[in-house]
């Protein structure tokens, strides 16, 4: 059993899966979790991570890397929320205070733009904690390796 961050060298990233620290090749956290956000495969960065809006490929296209496993569960409509929230929060309130505009507008305005910031971002947010996942080689990924 060897268990040392000093074993790793560049380009090369460590996992732990069960006891031991198993070397995995392939890219940087970032990259990968940028890849992620944008739809992409994070191994390959080439194919693409989701299909039909939200729902995840069960092997790369590009790569045969398998990805279908990944349970997102519910954390990125949560992340989702978190951030539109934040977004229209401030927002809301700087307009209130600085501008005088009718209520049936803000009443039409804001809800659209909360709809239209969670149709966008929440399959980026799928996309990053997919790739998060990946990463972190979470959610049965030893069980398709040993397949
Ligand atoms: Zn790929």
């Given at each position: 059993m060897?268990?040392?961050?000093g074993l790793s060298k560049?380009?090369?990233s460590?996992?732990?899966?069960s006891?031991h620290v198993?070397p995995k090749r392939?890219?940087g956290?970032?990259?990968a979790?940028?890849r992620g956000t944008?739809?992409h495969c994070?191994?390959?960065?080439?194919?693409a991570l989701l299909?039909?809006y939200?729902?995840?490929?069960p092997?790369?296209?590009?790569?045969?890397?398998a990805?279908?496993?990944l349970?997102?569960?519910?954390?990125?409509p949560?992340l989702?929320?978190i951030?539109?929230?934040?977004?229209?929060?401030?927002?809301?309130?700087?307009?209130?205070?600085?501008?005088?505009?009718p209520?049936?507008?803000e009443?039409v305005?804001?809800?659209s733009?909360g709809?239209l910031?969670?149709?966008i971002?929440?399959p980026?947010?799928k996309?990053f904690v997919?790739?998060?996942?990946?990463?972190?080689?979470?959610?049965?990924?030893e069980?398709?390796a040993?397949?």
């Open positions: 060897w268990r040392s961050s560049l380009g090369e460590m996992t732990l899966a006891e198993i392939g890219p956290t970032l990259l979790l940028w944008m739809g994070p191994n390959c960065g080439k194919g299909r039909r939200l729902k995840v490929v092997n790369c296209a590009e790569c045969g890397e990805l279908g496993h349970p997102a569960d519910d954390m990125p949560w989702t929320i951030i539109v929230g934040h977004l229209l929060f401030g927002n809301v309130w700087y307009v209130q205070r600085h501008y005088d505009i209520v049936w507008v009443m305005g804001w809800p733009l709809l910031l969670t149709l971002l929440l980026r947010c996309g997919l790739a998060l996942l990946w990463v972190l080689r979470r959610g049965g990924a069980k398709a040993q397949a």
